[in-house]
């Protein structure tokens, strides 16, 4: 770094019951070879029963009670206490891959003005399954539905270990800004973060002014330990759901990026995931281009995707809509694999 003062971080992590996760995630911090003195670390809780606090506590984690639960509103309440430069979101199921990955990430972002944030790779490690390695690392938009929806977005440099990316010239409809993407609070600010929080959609509105470039580390982000198993993946994708719908029936809600010129509708997105023949040419296709056979859960997560879809579809229809319903979705959490 060329600052005699580094420039703060503030890392924000939403939490739920995260007992199984977060202790994982706070120790990848802690080997950060950022100045610890710069990094402050706000974990929001939204009423955890087992020892999530405790965790954030043994390491000097402030603690924010979130009496809304959910994580975005979470993160919009962190908005109100970070005195960082940089925000760095992470979710307690993330790991931070390389001890250098926040140094390399608030470099890049202090010699490229222009770039919006720090998008993290998802790289596999031998801690997760191969489903989970699959969402994660394979497809790196981790739910097909979501994926078919995706543009492709557009490696336009590289500078050593600092790729500058950009969305293509017809589409905003890349999801950006959970799972280990690193801010400038000032741009969050001048969005309105303060007063209305989701990470896509804060991003999304970065790319609506003329901010249509990122950054990506080589081979550097989070481990992003989704899911266990497939049936932790379609109570996710259950609740998920349920959020995406109810964030629609808010009053003037801000666009998504599911909005802005997707390669294919959601509908049709869903149906080619539930057509069999659509995800069995995909797994071939990628099979053929990468050699990487975690493709092979590739129909397996289209159906289970589509199936968690319509639970969610319906549990928004027939719950009732207070405010724990979406945290009483959420499923618990733990990292199969050896401890390190």
Known sequence: ???????????????????????????????????????????????????????????????????????????????EHAHGDYIFFLDADNEVSHPDFLSLAVQAMEKCPRALGVESYYPAN?????????????????????????????????????????????????????????????????????????????????????????????????????????????????????????QRRRPNQPSSWTSENPPIPGWLACLACASVIVPLWQTLRGLLRTGDTRWLWHPVACLLSVLGVAWGTLTFLLTKRDADAEARLQPTQKIEGRNR
Not at 48 to 70: C, F, G, M
Not at 203 to 221: D, N, P, Y
Request: aromatic content about 8%; proline content about 4%.
């Open 1 to 79: 770094m060329n600052h005699d003062v580094p420039p703060k971080v503030t890392v924000i992590i939403p939490v739920l019951n995260a007992a199984g996760i977060l202790e994982n995630c706070l120790r990848s911090l802690a080997r950060q070879d950022y100045p610890a003195a710069a990094v402050e670390i706000l974990v929001v809780d939204g009423g955890s029963t087992d020892n999530t606090r405790e965790i954030a506590k043994r390491y000097h984690a402030t603690l924010l009670d979130n009496p809304q639960r959910v994580a975005e509103s979470g993160k919009r309440l962190a908005m």
């Open 126 to 246: 031998d801690r997760m399954g191969s489903f989970c390695a699959y969402l994660t690392a394979t497809l790196h938009i981790s739910d097909p539905v979501s994926w078919m929806m995706s543009a492709t977005p557009v490696r336009s440099s590289s500078d050593g270990t600092v790729e500058v990316w950009r969305f293509p010239e017809n589409s905003l409809a890349y999801p950006l800004g959970a799972n280990g993407f690193v801010l400038r609070r000032s741009d969050l600010v001048s969005v309105g973060a303060k007063d209305y929080f989701e990470d896509t959609v804060m991003v999304l509105k970065l790319a609506q002014s003329g901010r249509r470039e990122w950054l990506r580390l080589q081979g550097r982000g989070v481990h992003h330990y989704i899911v266990s198993g497939v049936r932790e993946f379609l109570k996710k994708r259950r609740r998920q759901t349920y959020h995406f719908l109810a």
